[in-house]
C-alpha cells in the first residue's frame, strides 16, 4: 500500500483591472475600452508536496508574451517558493481586456501595454503569489467531468469549400468539461477548484468593455456553490467558438452571459459529481519541446510570392516574406530549431499539459487518448505565445488559425508539428 504523502495548497487572487481608456487586445488597433463589466483577476495556485512544489497562475487576458511570461515565473516563483520552471502562467484568452503581448512582424496588432505589465500585472501576480503560499492547506483531490457545449467548432465552410470565422456543428471539437476540486483534509471542505474546458472567450465581441467574457460568469457560479476560490485553465480553443445563438464567433455581452450561464451549470454539474478523493503527492516533470524548421523560402521565391496576389489580406504572409527576405539580405535566417521549456504536472489521476499556442480540438483528444492518465488537460496560450498550433489534417483547408501557423514566423514549423509535440509531451509523461 502506498503511503499517503502531505500534499499541501494555497490560493489567493488579485485585481488586474486596466484603467479604462487603454486598447483592448484581440481584434485590431481601434478597440479602445469604455467602461469596465467586471474586474480581470489572475489567481495562484501554490501546490507544494514533500520534495518538490509548483504554481499554477490563471490570468484573465488574452495572451501573455514570452519575455513577460518569463519574467512573471521568476518573480512570482520566488514570491512563493516554487523554482521559475516549476510555474504554469495560463490565460483565459478573454479579447476584453489589455495588450500583454505584441507580434513584431504584425504591425495592426499595435505594441504591448508596458505601463500595465509593469504597474499591474506583475506586481499583482507576485502579490497573488505571495499570498497563496502564505497559506497552506492539506488537500486531497477529487475530479468530476461533464459533457459541456459551451464551445462549438468555428471553422465553417461556405459552399465552395473556404474556411471562416463562425460555427461548424460537423467538425471536431472536445466536449468534456473538468472540474478538479481540492479538499480540506481535515475540515471535508473545498479549498479551491480548478475548471478546464475549451473555447474562444469571444463571446462579449468586439467591444468596448473590460470583461473576463463567458468564462467569468462560469467562475463566479462555481464559486458561489461550492465556496471556494476556482481557477479557470482554457483547453483546446484553437478551433472552437463560444456556442452562441447568434450562430457566429463573436457576439455582444448579453451573448458572453448567456454562454457563461449555461458553462456555470456545466461547471457546478462536474463538480457535484465528484465522489472520489485522492492523497497522492504533487509530481513535475520539465524538459524542452523542440522542433525542426522547414527549409527557409528561398530569396528569390520569397521575393516573387510577394508580389503574387497570394498575399493573404491579413498580412500574415506579406509580414513573414518581408523579414525572411531582410534575414536573407543579412546573411541569416535564423536557428534551424524552435524549443520552448516544457513543464507538465501530474496532480494524482490528473496530468496537465501546457502549450503556448492557442490549440486545435484534435490535438487534445489525441493526448488524452494516448495518455495512461484518464484527466489529461491540454492547457492553450500558457507559458508563452506563439500562435495557433493545428492539427495536420487542417492545414490543406486554410483558413485564419492555418495562416496564422504558416506565416507567423518567418520560417516555417512543419506540418506535423502536432505529431512532434504530442509525442514529446507523452514521452514526458510516462516518465511520471
Known amino acids: ?22 486598447f483592448l487586445f484581440g481584434y485590431n488597433d481601434r478597440t479602445v475600452s469604455h ?36 519574467e512573471i515565473r521568476e518573480k512570482a516563483g520566488a514570491a512563493a517558493g516554487v523554482p521559475a520552471e516549476h510555474v504554469i502562467v495560463s490565460c483565459t484568452h478573454t479579447h476584453s481586456g489589455p495588450r500583454t503581448t505584441y507580434f513584431s512582424q504584425f504591425k495592426h496588432f499595435g505594441d504591448i501595454d508596458k505601463k500595465y505589465c509593469e504597474t499591474i500585472l506583475v506586481p499583482k501576480c507576485i502579490a497573488a503569489a505571495s ?35 463562425g ?18 483534509i481535515r475540515s471535508g471542505k473545498p479549498v479551491a477548484n480548478i ?27 462555481l464559486e458561489a456553490e461550492s465556496g471556494a476560490v476556482s481557477l479557470f485553465i482554457n483547453g483546446t480553443l484553437g478551433d472552437v467558438a463560444p456556442r452562441m445563438a447568434n450562430g457566429g464567433s463573436t457576439g455582444d455581452l448579453q451573448h458572453a452571459m448567456e454562454v457563461g450561464g449555461l458553462a456555470g451549470i456545466d461547471a457546478v454539474r462536474a463538480y457535484k459529481s465528484v465522489r472520489t478523493f485522492y492523497n497522492e503527492p504533487l509530481q513535475v516533470i520539465c524538459d524542452d519541446l523542440v522542433l525542426k524548421y522547414k527549409s527557409p523560402i528561398p530569396p528569390d521565391e520569397a521575393r516573387l510570392l510577394l508580389k503574387s496576389d497570394n498575399i493573404n489580406e491579413r498580412g500574415f504572409m506579406k509580414s513573414s516574406l518581408e523579414t525572411l527576405s531582410e534575414m536573407h539580405e543579412a546573411g541569416d ?24 499556442f492557442e490549440v486545435c480540438s484534435e490535438i487534445g483528444l489525441r493526448l488524452r487518448n494516448y495518455s495512461p492518465y484518464a484527466h489529461t488537460l491540454t492547457l492553450s496560450c500558457t507559458n508563452g505565445s506563439h500562435s495557433y498550433l493545428p492539427a495536420q489534417s487542417q492545414i490543406c483547408r486554410g483558413g485564419y488559425e492555418i495562416e496564422s501557423f504558416l506565416w507567423f514566423r518567418p520560417r516555417q514549423l512543419p506540418d506535423d508539428a502536432d505529431t512532434q509535440l504530442i509525442s514529446q509531451n507523452l514521452n514526458m509523461i510516462n516518465r511520471f
Open 195 to 221: 475548471v478546464h474546458v475549451g473555447a474562444h472567450c469571444t463571446a462579449a465581441g468586439i467591444n468596448h468593455e473590460v470583461t473576463r467574457d463567458w468564462a467569468g460568469v462560469m467562475v463566479d457560479r
Open 167 to 184: 460555427q461548424n456543428p460537423w467538425d471536431v471539437y472536445d466536449p468534456t468539461m473538468t472540474v478538479v476540486v481540492f479538499r480540506d
Open 35 to 70: 467602461s469596465i463589466n467586471d474586474d480581470l483577476t489572475v489567481t495562484a495556485l501554490v501546490m507544494k508536496s514533500e520534495n518538490t512544489a509548483s504554481m499554477l497562475l490563471s490570468t484573465t487576458l488574452c495572451l501573455i508574451h514570452d519575455d513577460l511570461v518569463k
Open 131 to 165: 499570498a497563496a503560499a502564505s497559506a497552506p492547506v492539506a488537500v486531497e483531490v477529487g475530479v468530476g467531468t461533464t459533457r459541456s457545449f459551451v464551445g462549438i467548432n468555428r471553422r465553417q465552410l461556405d459552399r465552395d469549400g473556404r474556411v471562416m470565422l
Open 1 to 22: 500500500m502506498r503511503k499517503n504523502m502531505a500534499f499541501n495548497v494555497g490560493v489567493s487572487r488579485e485585481i488586474i483591472t486596466p484603467e479604462v481608456g487603454g
Open 333 to 356: 535566417t535564423g536557428p534551424d530549431e524552435w524549443s520552448v521549456p516544457q513543464v507538465i504536472l501530474r496532480i494524482g489521476p490528473v496530468v496537465i499539459v501546457p502549450y503556448p
